[in-house]
């Protein structure tokens, strides 16, 4: 028996999968003990080493650069998704002039890292007499690069739906905008709702990049804090914490996600409509939820 990307294991082969992965897990805990004794051996789970979290002013400060961290994320996961949109529907055009320049911008703003855009945005636009705040600064890389990796997801979602949804909805009589935002878009976003939430974890982790222009965030705190000695320089306990802290809003994402994706399967939409009736169902349906 076999599937269409790889043959089917058998018995003997499901054995050695099985004591693979049994392998490899017990390396990966193997190096996460020892990595654990190291910090213990050197101290860094000593007591004197965690007292700087029972500080209230450490507490609260805590909270607030958390609040920056998730303002800084939420600002730019939706830009992202506009820009990200917009970039699309541009790449989706027939007319070159319009398709030629977004097909640039996604290629240019997907091949700089992030971490050096962030940089230029802050420190190189002030030569040309632009001067970006930190969270502006953060943002608008966040937005540019994370925005051009949701316009190819989202190009990509347009492009697997059936042929025949848009030429049933050219034939209602319908313009490409309105095909494009009425018919295709929604269902796309649909399809690709995983890969969206993937991407937007992706985002939130890279606020932490702030810190190299000095945003009050997570990471810039958990340095500050690490280099204190009157806390005992605890660079290691901070960033445990902070880790935790990003740790925990990765996965509260994904459980969002995963409610997203259960709530479209019990959704009675339809997903992949072929003739013209049906066209005219959906169009109406996500024209009154609009």
């Known amino acids: 028996m076999s599937s269409v990307l790889f043959d089917v294991p058998g018995p003997k082969a499901r054995v050695r999968h099985r004591l693979l992965a049994v392998v490899g897990l017990l390396a990966v805990l193997g190096v996460l003990g020892f990595i654990g004794y190291r910090f213990y051996d050197s101290g860094q789970f000593e007591p004197r080493m965690w007292e700087w979290l029972q500080y209230e002013t450490v507490q609260l400060e805590l909270l607030t650069r958390l609040g920056n961290t998730l303002k800084a994320f939420a600002v ?15 790449r989706l055009s027939e007319h070159a002039v319009w398709r030629a320049p977004a097909t640039v911008v996604v290629e240019i703003f997907r091949a700089i890292p992030l971490l050096i855009m962030i940089f230029i945005l802050y420190n190189g636009l002030p030569a040309v007499d632009v001067k970006l705040s930190p969270f502006v600064a953060v943002v608008v ?6 925005g051009s990796v949701l316009a190819e997801v989202f190009r990509a979602g347009v492009l697997s739906l059936p042929r025949g949804q848009a030429e049933a909805a050219y034939a209602l009589g319908m ?43 997570l990471l810039d705190y ?60 959906v169009v109406l349906t996500n024209a009154s939820g609009l």
């Open 76 to 90: 730019a996961a939706v830009l992202a998704v506009l820009f990200g949109a917009i970039l699309a529907a541009g």
């Open 141 to 146: 890389g966040l937005t540019l690069y994370n």
């Open 175 to 217: 313009r490409k905008t309105q095909v494009m935002v009425l018919v295709l878009l929604p269902q796309a976003l649909r399809a690709m709702l995983p890969t969206i939430i993937s991407q937007l974890v992706v985002l939130l982790k890279d606020t932490a990049l702030g810190f190299i222009i000095a945003y009050p965030e």
């Open 222 to 281: 958990a340095k500050y804090i690490g280099s204190q000695g009157q806390f005992g320089r605890p660079l290691v306990p901070t960033t445990i914490v902070v880790a935790a802290m990003y740790i925990t809003l990765c996965l509260l994402l994904t459980r969002v996600a995963v409610w997203l994706e259960k709530r479209n399967r019990r959704s009675k939409k339809v997903v992949a409509p072929e003739n013209k009736d049906e066209i005219e169902k």
